[in-house]
Structure formats: structure tokens, C-alpha cells
């Protein structure tokens, strides 16, 4: 591997980096001493989202095997790097506490420069929505959303979403979950259908009565009138990998479904980040401008609001912690499956 | 002062502190590791509340003498402490973090052995609230929070709710903000009503189109039927307060105006903190849960929901931003009435 | 379970917890408004210190057992529990920030008062060190640390001073590490020592040019005379628990090896984190004193300084990382060891 | 203010910014997926690096006017942008937090091929330091340094190190401090040298036994031979500008010098989080490369933790806390000289 030297600033294309820092009021000829700051944080902002991207395309493009072999890395390495969307994450929220060093009024000197700019425009935070799983449909201000975008970038974020997304995929890995087909697994393994399963059975009568409620009680992780993804069903979890998941938050113990578990953990985690960063984000705004309109038309607040609160992508994981069983009254699983959930040892 | 030494764990009491720990898990016979960790945490978050208080009282003490002396160390000290309610809060928000590394599954394990008790009884957390300005008609829940507490602890922060409380001592102080009253101040300071004053009429006329709106655009900051603090208006800063706010705000460049200014920041910033503290504890409790109900039988999540949106205090500061100028457009103040903001010098 | 209901306040002995704040300036008839901080700080890091003794306690004993099942929850329990005092800590050091809002001269209020108490003392501190594997002979300053304590105090370290600690858990539970000895493991299994194993020549040999060098190039991991534990030695870790570790390290892909790997990022996490908590902790102590001694009579910041460097207690596993290869070069395994690393699938 | 719409990505110079990232690993077709985040956490770096330097330099600008009027606005963002250094040093301290998932095997996947370039070539660490206040002579490895980067950057650092660096304003500035010589100030103000002043007297005889030590006990902050700047003299600050500084400390309850005090304040806080940043950094290049040479030759480890102890730039500073007295023991001031401390009113 003879090659040529590297040297630090040509390595980091620092030229390009440092160099792209074009302060509008300069150019008007205006005094606003904290533009400086508002770009470099929106930048930083960037260079950490493409970041995210990339972990988050590794994941989807090793999730997106038609097979997943439990005894090479692929797991270990997509919970490694969900992790680190996770560190990259905290970290976002945190830089708001910079951003915060802005008054409203340094904000002002250089606002209306930049019209109609706006936060509001970058698309690798709505490609990042995209690709964990938000569709179009179910996106704040849809209309909004086209109007305030050129093209061309619309184009973009469209296309995305019409790409797999983790959680259609996270729907496919858990459905593919063999432990309640695999032959070898139960000893009345020879069942024809999952849901007839004495486990669920146990597990649906004796420990919450009858009921594996999702939302009101009245719900049956096997009813496919709830879980079948109708029409008009808006849930993006079927049934089925909703008992996968269910069996994974309570069987994690067993080495096999450690990582499964730490994986969930880890989505859930992405999305209460990407939440709170909302959350700051729109105090922020709201703390910047008051109840004006933001820099590129928008009710930029209520903008932000409404999607603090529609635009969780992992819910249906986290809702499925309120049919959990204390650990000591679960039923015991068949010897032979825990030996399939273990190692040769 | 001659006395008696003192010893580290005597002095911090650390037989009370650390012996403060019984678990009803160990009690019942019931094995619950995570038990510990949610009794310690509880207990580090109600020290941490009882530091916050202790700041708090101190500035409300401090704000409630008949005046204050701009050339004594008040405001310093007010501001001061504020900021370490700010880092405290800090703390708190983060704190989370570690709350977040016990799962739902774990929680089961001693989760019925603690009903009804709940984080919700948090009297602490109420008094807080309390002080720095909620009231109680603008509690979220506010019949089942009486219902859950018991007698006593209602009655405790009732009493505090009728006590002086942070919001309205800003209030008091903001009105009081000699600089449209003084005669020194302006060539014309003869002007009986400081409305009239041509400064603010310039501001109105020539810099916001007439109006200082609020909300839509449509009132005034001396339309005393909209500031009027009439039956209905639940506004807490009267206008009166608020054009104070706003001049702060624009000319906090005067060193007399510099530690009203971060005061009025330093407020917004616990408003925000303690937004980011529910949010927070929102989701956590949304993971730890599922969608069931809270110990305390509260379907803590709604509960908890509802509060974070309504429960800011400092929230009518921040809309000011919304009628800022830009600095370069802001009219000179009188030769005068700048003498009065600086230093003798 | 039928039991009386619990109650937030009596489950929490918040009369404990918050009425355990006894000001000496108060007592002194001196105003010192920080001390209550001061108090509530300490108090809050006691408890926390409880709650990392709490988890470490329960690591050791686990990792106590004579045998570790790879198909029970031992080490996923293990790696959760040192994360969870990774979050804790992280908690620890961001703590300081609210501790520098006490000044030199609000400290000077009620400095004098507490003599000769000091942080110094926290037994809690140094028996978290001792638990991990500090030995008394490693301590920075051990004769001044047993004349500032009272004798009760100094006993009971030295009493965890004899116990088992983590490090030597961690050698043990190295050492133990079957791979090598596992007659399937190898084609050749039969060899009587491992250290003759082809695939220690061959990493030897082909990749670190006969060396497996910790600190100076010219040491070898099999080479008893530098890793045998002699009179001499201060190493903890044994060369063939060095050579287990290096093994996890680079072969941490196999699912066997996931959660060992783990567990050693997460000791050398803990570590820098204490380490990054000291360092805090001196230059906090040095705003707060000065060159000037501590309340104590130490130079605490003198003391704390050299602790600060000497109190690492995992940096032999860290070192291991100057041995690594890259991956692409890493010799492949026999089928037979890949399929013991693995799930019975 | 008629112009050209502004785009976000245009106006960020997006393409600029997220196309600045080439892997040398893929140039030489080896896998490693870890490369990305390497890059994009230095160039991360490099642009919070600007923006501090962008702070610090018009800090620099603001302390370099030949006079500081206390009524314009000049020590409010002095201050103000101190404080936006420290959020952003805060936030730079946690990103090392990003680049610990990072391990060791990652690296070497790509380790080679960076050969020499290193994270010690930044050269804008190096103008924060020299500007800042670092001299070249007191650098740690100063050899190492020039050795390691291109002439030019040689260049550019050692002409900074020749600019006026804020740690020389600071003592121009202290010295300048009229308290002392200002006739009103003092009933007996004709006194020529104010080190025969009454106040220092009292001071010094009254309070610290006849000496205002500094280090040992012996020194006196009015002994011309101590604080002279005498050839060996190492100090950079003088008596004069430490006389300034204790007073500033010890009397910053009255208005004037509020600001001056948080100034010093936020000076050693930067101080103190430059010096985290450092000891985060070696530990993780220590976790990183075990005892190895890093990427530019360099014993990577063990340069950093010389420069970690001795890059303190402001400590003089913090050493002065070791000279206040109790509030309460505090000599009163002449009635003249606190009214000149304060407000018109």
C-alpha cells in the first residue's frame, strides 16, 4: 500500500470545510457579529446528520439481507452503530444549549437577510425521518412541506420515502423470527397455526386475562381485524412481529435474544432523541422569534409542534412494555427451545 | 468560634442519607435489583428539588423588599442563583439518562409493591411549580392531582399557591422600572401617561406598523382592554410590565439594564428546562409503561402530556421577542435618559 | 401480596433525606447561603456512590461464582449493571458544573467552620476504588490518607482492601476462558500448552515480528519471566489472562465473545470516567482554594493531582490495544473453535 | 434590502460542506466503514474551532481599544461571548463521547493509510492556544511540534505566537484599573504609590500576617522582585494587574465590577475545559492505540499529557483565590470610592 503522504488539513479538505462560511450581512454591508455562529452550528448540524445517514443506510442495507445469520456480526454490528446514532444524537440536542448563546435580538440583525431560508429546509433531517420509517402521509404539514421545498429536493425526499425504511424492515426481521415455527422448538411443534400455541395461550389467560390489549384492552395481539393491517389500519407492526417483539422484551435473557432486545432499545432510544431534539428545537424557535412567522414564511413553531407529537416512528414498540408479565410469573419455555435460544456451549 | 471538629459523615449526615433505603421488594421476599436504583434516584431528584427551592425562596425573598437598590448586590445575587437553578436543571434533565438504563421488565419486578405511590406525588416538584408562578387554575388535572395527594400535602401546596410567587414579583418589579416616570429621563418627561410618550409612539408608528402585537397582530401593548388583566384575561404581566420587558430587552446594552436582561433570560431558560424535564419524563414513563396505568393508577403519560404543554410560567416574556426591532433600527434614547443607565464613571 | 398502600414521601423517607441539611454557619450565627449546597452536593454524590457500590457489589458476586454459564444472563447482567454505573458516572462528573457555581469567597463564608472535614474523606469514594482493584500499596499518599481518617474508617477500606475485588475477578475470569484448552477447539488440540498453539506462533510470527510487546516492544505475552506475576511485578493481569483478553478483543465478532468484549470496554469506560471525575474534581478544588491547603489540612489539590494519575486501575487492558492487528489480517480460526464461538442455530 | 432569494443548502454551502469527505480507505479499496465518522468528527472540530477562534479574536479586538469605556456595551459581550466559548468547549468535551464508539480494531482498519497526518497537525488548536495566551517557550514538546508540520503552518502559528494574545490584554487591562489611583476615590488619594495605600495595608497586616502570599507564603503582591517581571520571571502577570485582580474578586458585589468579575470567571472556566478536552483526548488516543506511536510518529499518549499539565494559561488567576479573606472580615471602602463602583441611580 505505497502511497502519498497524508497530511492533516488536505485529509479533512479543510479549505472546503473552513471555507464556506459566507456571512450575508457582509455582504449587505451589515453589521451581525453572531451570523457567523448561526452558520457554523447549521453546518455542523449537517456534517453530523450526513453522519447518521450513513450508520443508518449501513443498517438498512445489512437488514435488508434476506437472511440474517445469527453466528456472523450482523446484528452486533447494527446494534454498534445504532448506538452511535444514539451518542450522535445526544450530542445534538446538547448543541442547542450553542444555539441558545443567540439572543433574539442578535438573531434580528441579520433575520431578514436570509429570507426564506429555513431550518425548516434540510432535507437530511427529513431523509433521516424517511428512512427510519415516517411516510408522507403521516408527516405534519404535508402541504406545507412541498410548498416550502424547490423541486428538486422535494424529488429527493419523496423518492426516499418510497425506499425501504428500518421499520418496514424491522416488521420483516421480526416476522421472520423462527421460534414459534421451528419444528424442533415446542414439543407440540407439528401445531399448523402460531396463535394456537399453548404458550400464548398460557400467556393470554393466566397473565392477562384473555387479553393482550395494545391500547384500550380490548385487542388481541391475534386478532387480524386489529393487527391485519386493513385499510384503514394505520399500524405498522403486524401482529405477528408484534409477538415477536413481545416475546423478545421477555425471553432477552436467552443469548440469542440479547441482541434482538438490545436492538429494540436502541430504536426506541433513537426516536425519544430525535423527539427531544424537536422539543428544544422548537422552544428555541419560539424563544428566537416570539409568535412571528420564521424566516421562510412558516409558522415555524406551530410547524414544529405539531410534529413533535405525530412524528414518533418506534411507538408501536414501546406501547407493546404494557403487556408485559413480572419475570417471575412468565411461563417457563420448552427445554428444547431454550437450547435453540443458547449457545452450543 | 472555637468548636468541635467536624467530620465528614457527621456533618453530611450520612447515616440518615444512606440508611434512608428500604426496599419493599426485600420486603415482600421478592427479588428486584432495580428497586434500589429507583428509590436512590427519586431521593437524588428530591434533594436536587430541595436545592432548587432553597435558591428559589431566596430569590423570591430577595425581589420582595419594597425596593431595590440597582447599587447593592440584589440583582447579582438574584441572577446568580437563578443560573445555578439553570445548571441544576441541567443535571436533572440528564439525570433521565440514567433512570432509562432500567427497563420496563425490570420495573415489573417490584412495580405492584410500590401502588399507589407515584413520582406524580412529588410535592416538591408541585411547590416549584407553585412558587415560580403556576396557579392553580392553570394546573393540568387539577382535581385528580387533589385527589391523589394526601390531605396534608394538598393543603401544603395550597398554602404555597396562595403565596407570593416568582411570576408575579417580576411583574411588580417590571412595573416598577422607573425609566418612562423619571423627570430626568426625557426632554419632555412633563408627559403625565408614559404611553403617550413620543418614544414608544416612534417605536409603534414607525417600527411595527402601528401596533405591538402579541399574538395576531391586533393589540396593543397599551390597549388596557387586552393588557387590562380584566375577569377573563389570563395574562399574568400586565402592559405595563410588559413594555418594561420589551425595553429591557431592546437596550440591555445600558449597564443598568444588563442584569435585568439576564434575569428575564435566566427565567426563560428554567421555563424551558423544566419543559425539557417533563418531556423527558413523559417518555420515560410512555417506555416504562406501554400505554397502562401509572402506579398511582394515573395513566401517567396523558397526565404528564397534558402538563408539559400547559404548565410553562415565563411564556408571555418570550412572546415579546415577537415585537423586537433590529438593533439598528431601534430610536436613540434622550442624552438623559442614557446618563441614567450607565455608571457615574 | 396484600400489603399497606405506599405513599411517595414515607416509601422515599423523604423526612430523612431532605431534614438531614444542618448548616454550621447557621449554628455559628454566620450567614453562608452556599453551604446548603455544599451539604446537598455531598449528599447527592453519597447516594450515588451507594448506588455504584450497590451495582459493583452485585458484579462481584457475580462474576464470584466458580463458574460463568455462557447460556445464563451472567455476563448480559454484568455488562447492563456497568453501563448503568457508565450513565451514573457521567452523571458524577457533569455534577461538578453545579458545584462551580460556588465561588472561592461564597465558600470563604463558612470554609473555616467545617475543619477539618473534607471530600477526602468520603469513604464511600474510596472503597468504590478498592472494589474495583486500587490496592493500598497503589494509593497516591497512603500515610496521609490514614491520618485523615478516623480509625473506624481506615478499617473498614483496609477490610475491602483484602476482599475480592473486580481486577482480580477479571483475571480470574480471563484466565478461565476455555478457548485455548477446549480439546475441540483445534485441530491439533492435543498440545499440551498453549502457549505452542500454531495460532499464537503464527500472530506472533507473521503479524507483531515475534513480539507481542506491551510497553517497550521487547516483552512477550508468553513470556512468564515478564508476566509471571514475580516479587516484583505490579502487573495484576496474568499473561494468560492478557492473552484471553487480546483474543476477545480481536475476534469480539464471535457471538461467544460479544459480551466479554463488552464488559472490558465498559471497565476501561469506568475508569477514564473516575479518571475524567478526579481531574474535574483537582482543577474544581484548585478554583475553589487556591494554592491554599484544604479543610483538611491537605494540599488537597496537591493529593489529588497524583491520584489522579496513579488510580487507574484497568490500563493493562488498554494497553492490549497497542498488540492489535487489523482485521483483514487477522489469522482465520478452525471451523471447530468458529462453531463454539457460535449459536447452536 | 432588495436581493436574491436565500436556499438553505446554498446559503450553508452544503455542497461544500457534505462533499468534503473522501476516504482514503476506499482509494486504496480496503473496507472501513469507520472512516467516515473519523473525518466528519474532525472537520466537526475544525468548525467549532473557527467559530471559538471567530469569538476569541473579537474579544481581542474589544480588549485592545485603548481605552474600555464602562458605558458602552464593550465588557457585556466580552463577556457575553466568553460564555458562548464555554458552550461550545462543554459541547466539544462530550463529542469525544461520539468518537469512542470508535474502538481500537476500527481504527486500525484504516490506520495505515493516514500515515502521518494526525490530529496534532491542527492548527487552529494551536492559534486558540497562542492566542489565547500560550507563549512558545512554554510549550510542551516545542521541537516535536515544529517538526511535525509543514512550514507553513510553522509559520502561521508562530506568527500568532508573536500577535497580542488575550492573556496580555487581561494584564494590560487589570493594570489599568483606576480604583487605586483615582483622586476621588480615597479620603487620603494624594498617596503617591498605591502600594503604600491604607487599604493594602490593612489588607496585608490585618488579614494574611503582613504577606499576600502567592505560592508559598513569602511573596507579597507589592514585592517588586516577586512580581517584577524580572528575566527569570515566568509570571505574566504583574503585581499591579494580581492587585487589580484581588480587588476585582474580593469586591465584586458593587456594579463596575461585576462584569470584570465575570470576565475572570469565564477565563479560567475556559481554562479548565480546554484542559478537559486534552485529558478526554488522551485518554482516548491511549484507548485508541494502546502504547503504540500514533498516526504522526508521535508517542501520541505522552505528548498530550505533557501539554495537559502544562497548557494552563489563566491559572495566575485561579492562584489569587488562595489570597481572599471571609466577606465578613472584608475592609469597608472609602464612601468616595463605592460610589464611583456604582450606578448614578
Redesign the interface.
Known sequence: ?S?K?????D????D???????L?SEK?G??A?DE??F??????Y???F??VL?ELD?IIALLSKPEIN????TL?IVV?RS??II??L??LV??I??M??M???DF??F?????????????QWKELEAKLGLLYENRHGKEYYVSQL?PM?VDHVKDVEKKTNLLDLLNVWLERMPYFEHPEAWADGAKAKPEDHPFWAEYREKYTGGLLD??QGNADLFDKTVFGKGEDDKRRLSAKACRSALFI??Y?????L??PYELM?SL??ID?LM??WR??HV?MV???????VGTGNSTGHGYLKGAMDKHYIF?EL???????????DLPELPKELE??L????
Request: aromatic share 8%; glycine share 6%; with cysteine.
Open positions: 500500500m502511497k503522504e497524508v497530511y492533516y488539513k485529509y479533512l479538505q479543510l472546503k470545510i473552513l471555507g464556506a462560511q459566507e450575508e449587505a451589515v453589521e457579529h457567523m455562529l452558520i457554523v452550528i447549521h453546518q455542523a449537517e456534517l453530523w450526513k453522519q450513513y449501513s445469527d453466528n456472523d456480526q452486533q454498534h448506538r452511535r451518542e450522535i445526544r450530542l446538547d448543541q444549549n450553542v441558545e448563546t439572543s433574539s435580538l434580528l440583525d433575520r431578514d437577510l436570509l429570507r426564506p431560508a429555513s431550518g425548516f429546509q434540510s432535507i424547490c429536493d395494545i391500547e422484551y421477555l432477552r435473557g436467552f443469548p440469542l440479547h441482541l432499545v426506541v432510544e425519544e423527539a427531544s422539543m428544544r422552544n419560539f424563544r428566537m422569534i416570539g409568535a412571528r411507538n414501546t406501547q407493546l412494555n404494557g403487556l408485559l408479565v413480572p419475570r417471575r437450547k435453540l443458547g449457545f452450543r456451549g
